[in-house]
Structures are given as C-alpha cells and as structure tokens.
C-alpha cells in the first residue's frame, strides 16, 4: 500500500474496481477490512453479502449501468462480523477492449450514521414528549405574537394557523379575560418579566381555564429575540379551588355564606361605608323554638326548617342585602345604602312574617325569628363592635318574649355591664364566703302546723349589708358561677339541717331551688348525693325546687337526666312558679313532681280578682287530680289564708307567716311555733300568727327569692 492509499485508509476511503471480465481489483485495504481478493468474481462476493443487504447492492448496480454513474450507502459486513455502514459512488468507464468496467470508492459512515440515529430518536423523543405533554408549547417573536405552536393546539381551540397566528389566537379567548390577559401581556412586553396568567379559551366548543406562561430569550445585548411559553389546561384544578373556596365560604345545608364570608363582605362593607359617607346595617336573627323542633321532631326536620328560613330570607332581601348562617339556628344579614333606622326597622318587621308551625307530639310549635339589630356608624364602627351590639339587641328581644326585633340602644349596653358586675360580685360573695342561707317557713293550711322552710339565697357586700339575689341574678345564668354559689347554699343548708336536728328540732323538709346552669352540669346529681350522705341528710327532708325553664335552651336531655337521678334516690321534686314559665302540661304528667307551687302573681290577687281566684282554683284541682301537695306563695294578707284554704289549698309561705330569716334565727322560730295558735290565726283573721316582730312587715319583693 502506497502512502496516498494509507492516507485514504486511515480516513476510511476505500477504492476498488471492476473489470470488463466482472473479476473485482481491490485495494490493500478494501482487501484487508472486507476480504475480497484480487480477480474474486464480483458475483461470487455478491452472494457473501448478507441476504437482507443484497437489494440496495443491485439497486446500486443498476442505477450505474444506466445513468453511468451512481451512489448508495450500503450495510456491509467486515472480516470481523461488525456491519459497516458505507458510503458508495461507483462510475462506468470502457476498458481497452471497449468493454463496461466499473471503479468504486468507499467511505466508511458507520459513525456518522451512529449519530444520525441516536439524533433521530432524541429528536422523536422530544417531538413525543411534546405531543403528549398536557401542556401546549408555543412560540413568539419579541412583540409577543405567535409563531409557531404544535398542531394540538390548533385542534382543541379550532382555529387555523392562520388564524392563530400573530394575536389571531385572541378570538378563542373569553371575552371578559381579553382585557386582563392583554394588560398583562403589554406589562411582560414592557418590563421583560416572564408572566403567567389564568385564562378561559375556547376547546372544543366550550370555555375551559388555561395557564399561560412565557419566558423571553436574549441575545448577547440583552434584547428580547424569542418568547417560549406553553398553554397547560388547568380546568379540573379551577373548579376544584372554585368549589373548595366555595365550601370554605358557604353553609352547605342552606347554600347561604357562612360565618367567615359574612365577616368579609361586613369588613369591606365598613370600608366603603367610611369612605363613601353610608350607612350599614346588620341584623342577627335566631329561630325561636329550634331546638325544640330538634328534640321533638329530629334533625332532619330541624334541617328543612333552616332551610326554609334560609329561602325566605334570600327573598326578602334577594339584591340588597348578603344573608348568611352563622351556625345553628343563627343568621345574619348585611345590608348597605342604609337610608335611615326605620328602613331598617321595616326590613325587620318583614322577616318577623316568616314563621312555620309544626305540630309535634301533641303540641304546636310556632318557628318565628327574633331579631337584633345594629347600625354603622352610630352602633359602632368596627365590624366586631357592630356585631356585639347586634346581639345585645337579639338578646332583649328574646328576653322579651321572642318573635321581636330589638334596635340596639346604649342602654343595651349599659345593661350587659350590669350583667358582667352582677356575676362578678357573685363570683366575689362565693370566693369571700358571704354567701348566707335564709328561711322562709312553710305552713298547713289545714293545721297550722309548720311542716318546713324554703332556702333563700342571701349574701352579704362589702358594707356588711345582706343583699337580695336579686342584685346577682344573672349569675345565674353563667354556668360556673351558679354552679359555685349551688354547691355553697347546698353545703350551707345541709350544715345547718345537721345542727338544728343535732339539738333535737324537728323542721320537716327544707326546700332548695337549683338553676338551670346547675341542672345541665352532668354530675349534678352524684354531687349532691355525695354532699347529703356528708351531712347524713335523709331524701325525704329536702325537696328540690325547679322552675319550667330549666328546659329551655340547650342542655335539656342533662336536665333530664338529673331529674330522674334525684328521683331514683327518692328525692322530692317541686315545680315552682308554675303558670308562669313557658312549659306544658306535659312536663307535669313526664315528670317525677310530687309539689306544685303557685306563683306569687295569682296568689295576690285570690280575694280581690275573681279571674285569678279561678286560676288559683284550677290549678289547685290539678295539682291534687295528679295526686300532688299544692303550696301558695307570697301568702300576706289573713284574707289570702283563709281563701286559698277554702279552695283546698294544702300548704303557704309568705310575709304572713314569716320573712325569710338566718339559720341562727331558725330554732327559735320553731320552739315558739304553737299548733294551736296557728289554727286560731286560720280561723280569726284580725288575729296574724306569728306575733308582730317575729313575722315581719314589708312587701315580698324586698328580700324573697
């Protein structure tokens, strides 16, 4: 091998010939790398080239001996078994005889073919990767109109490329985000700053949320010379965030916004109030008698009942106003542009004319709504002051009776600071121990014969003054407290039950009233149980008091309960002040009552009302129809005593037989307490019993509980 043929070898140039015989002339290396030998036949090395090759070989042949001159890249196996891809040009030329002769070169291009392969796949495997990837790829010149994007895109939106190119794409765009999408495009076009938006395009016949974002390629200058973006449909994602921010924002029994929504659209309420000079107004509405309807009909129809208000509420005020459900049996309603009060006043009464009456285990329940309201600015001008007045006024107007509405006054306000100082002074006589027990004797009709005491609630200020309870009353509507002032008296009363039969009296029962707030405690009963068996106090010389509301409100299933602990261990129960709570006869054929107390209100008017003479009568015929003992209260004039004696009353309490006094005063009053006076004193009326001094003078609203 010469030098010019080593050159052309170690650059994988091979050359070889044909002669007019068809006898094969190769080079060195031609020879070397594929083994054909010098005068081979060239038919009989065709038949050495793999069979799958063989037809590009002739195809090669053919075209030479036509056209002369021709070129193939052919698969060719070398000596070593490794297939070679080779570049071939083969040309025509005669031989001294005139005969056809052929001269071929060679290049060796398995490597250039190697990695022609290896890009073809990258390149198909980029092109797949695209075509399947959910996101669209497109690109855009440095004014930000499109140029090229992949033929899915053009499918789903149904534009041509015509059509898209440019800002054609703009007309598969939603028309209320043309507005935003072009402001943050020309923003992105000005600054340089990549951008990403959410827009609805038109896919396939319909509008579907899409994230667009784009990014700008630079030169060396700096200057924007391409944009690269992708369109990815993000449609599920949207409606899952619109319907998770819909479920944070709205009640899902009534559809209506819920506490946090409502707390929002108040705030930017206020906000706009302020600036714009308006007025605001908020109404809080309970149901009244819901939890009723919940105990006695269930769940499901308390359900139908909120959304029943809720329907009617979204049309009173459908346009002007946002209503919400706050929770429970809670709505609130938020309404701007307010003219004046009364405007607000008439919407109220509006809602006032929604009621449902639903009949439930032979009763009638009316559902109506008591309403407080509150109005920005004069109410208050920070949303959290707003809403507290609203519910000072919802809580008068349920005080009131219910099915009210109740405009927020400063008085309201004044009033719950009493309410905070009277617990907070309840909370201080139970903590300094000035809380004193007193007792009002309870007396025979028929006998004269004193036959117990009712506890009383007294406790004593700073001053060393004894003060009515009336002045702590609404201690006992928080939980706490009036479960620390019943736990007080009831030790107070059983130490002082324990000292008096010590010294060998005999006092009949006492009577102790317990608050709602105590009964709704889940230990009440084993508490007081456990205090008795302390004190060694037998179940049949007390008698617990309650009146008809402890069923109202929450907590009534514990009350209940309480209830029939106390009467397992046969402990008496009382109903006081019946006739004028807001019970039913019902709880008197449920319950284990076993006393019947008549409120004060008829009893002081049996001799001068002949109406009230008439309820007196009746309710002392139910009480005995229902094998039950009748007792008056607030008994103060002889005249009194005597008639509710003829009624067949069985037992009194009152001024007239004595004011409450302290323990310390107690064993007195019954070593002097003459059974024969007594009869004279229910016999002769000029003649009271006990003498003056010991009964007391003064009106019972005074000092009695």
């Not at 006695?296 to 208000?309: I, P, R, T, V």
């Not at 019947?596 to 002949?610: C, H, M, P, W, Y």
Request: aromatic share 6%.
């Amino acid at each position: 091998m010469d030098g010019d043929q080593q050159i052309l070898a170690s650059a994988g140039v091979l050359r070889w010939s044909v002669d007019g015989d068809g006898l094969c002339h190769p080079d060195a290396a031609t020879a070397s790398r594929f083994g054909v030998r010098d005068g081979q036949p060239l038919l009989r090395w065709f038949r050495g080239v793999h069979r799958i090759f063989r037809k590009p070989v002739l195809q090669l042949a053919r075209a030479v001996l036509r056209m002369g001159r021709a070129e193939a890249t052919l698969t060719l196996e070398d000596r070593e078994g490794i297939m070679r891809n080779m570049r071939v040009v083969a040309r025509i030329r005669r031989d001294g005889a005139g005969r056809p002769a052929a001269d071929l070169v060679m290049i060796d291009v398995t490597t250039e073919h190697a990695e022609i392969g290896r890009l073809r796949r990258s390149t198909e495997n980029l092109r797949l990767i695209v075509e399947y990837n959910p996101q669209l790829p497109w690109l855009a010149d440095p004014d930000g109109r499109i140029i090229d994007f992949t033929d899915r895109w053009l499918e789903s939106s149904g534009l041509d490329r015509e059509e898209a190119e440019g800002n054609g794409w703009l007309a598969a765009t939603h028309p209320d985000d043309i507005g935003p999408l072009t402001h943050r495009i020309t923003h992105s076009l000005t600054t340089g700053e990549p951008f990403d938006v959410r827009v609805r395009l038109m896919v396939n016949d319909q509008y579907r949320w899409m994230r667009a974002q784009a990014y700008p390629r630079r030169d060396e200058e700096g200057r924007i010379i391409r944009w690269y973006g992708y369109t990815e449909d993000i449609h599920e994602s949207v409606l899952i965030e619109e319907q998770i921010r819909w479920n944070a924002e709205h009640d899902s029994l009534t559809q209506l916004p819920n506490r946090a929504m409502f707390n929002a659209c108040l705030d930017k309420a206020l906000a706009s109030a302020m600036t714009d000079f308006k007025k605001v107004g908020v109404f809080l509405l309970d149901i009244d008698n819901f939890k009723d309807v919940n105990d006695l009909m269930g769940h499901h129809a308390g359900d139908e009942l909120l959304k029943s208000f809720a329907s009617r509420l979204k049309e009173i005020f459908a346009g002007d106003g946002v209503v919400a459900r706050l929770g429970g049996d809670e709505f609130a309603i938020l309404i701007e542009n307010v003219e004046s009060r009364q405007q607000l006043a008439d919407l109220a009464n509006r809602v006032l004319t929604i009621r449902e009456t639903l009949f439930a285990a032979g009763r009638s329940l009316e559902c109506r709504g008591s309403i407080g309201v509150a109005a920005f600015p004069e109410d208050g001008r920070v949303a959290t002051e707003l809403l507290r007045h609203a519910d000072l006024a919802l809580y008068r107007a349920k005080s009131l009776g219910r099915g009210r509405m109740q405009m927020f006054e400063q008085s309201l306000l004044e009033d719950m600071q009493e309410r905070v100082a009277m617990i907070n002074r309840a909370r201080t006589a139970v903590r300094d121990g000035t809380i004193i027990s007193y007792y009002q004797p309870k007396v025979s009709l028929q006998t004269g014969e004193l036959v117990g005491f009712e506890a009383l609630l007294r406790w004593r200020d700073s001053c060393g003054t004894i003060r009515s309870p009336a002045e702590i009353y609404a201690a006992f509507d928080d939980h706490d407290v009036a479960d620390m002032i019943g736990q007080t008296m009831t030790s107070q009363v059983f130490a002082d039950m324990a000292a008096w039969r010590a010294r060998g009296l005999t006092l009949g029962h006492v009577a102790i009233n317990v608050s709602s707030a105590e009964l709704r405690r889940e230990r009440f009963a084993g508490r007081l149980i456990e205090t008795m068996d302390r004190f060694s106090i037998a179940p049949d010389s007390i008698e617990i008091e309650i009146t008809e509301g402890v069923f109202l409100g929450a907590g009534s299933d514990t009350v209940r309960r309480s209830i029939d602990e106390l009467h397992m261990c046969n402990i008496p129960l009382a109903l006081d002040d019946f006739g004028t709570g807001f019970a039913s006869l019902s709880h008197l054929r449920s319950l284990p009552v076993s006393t019947l107390k008549i409120d004060r209100s008829f009893v002081s008017g049996v001799t001068a009302r002949e109406s009230d003479a008439a309820i007196v009568s009746a309710l002392i015929t139910l009480g005995r129809a229902l094998n039950m003992k009748v007792v008056a209260e607030g008994v103060e004039e002889a005249d009194q005593s005597v008639k509710l004696r003829e009624l067949g009353c069985d037992y009194a309490q009152g001024f007239y037989f004595g004011r409450p006094a302290p323990s310390e005063n107690i064993p007195a009053l019954i070593q002097s307490w003459s059974e024969n006076s007594a009869i004279i004193t229910l016999n002769r009326r000029a003649a009271p019993w006990p003498p003056r001094g010991m009964r007391g003078e003064g009106r019972a609203d005074s000092l009695t509980a």
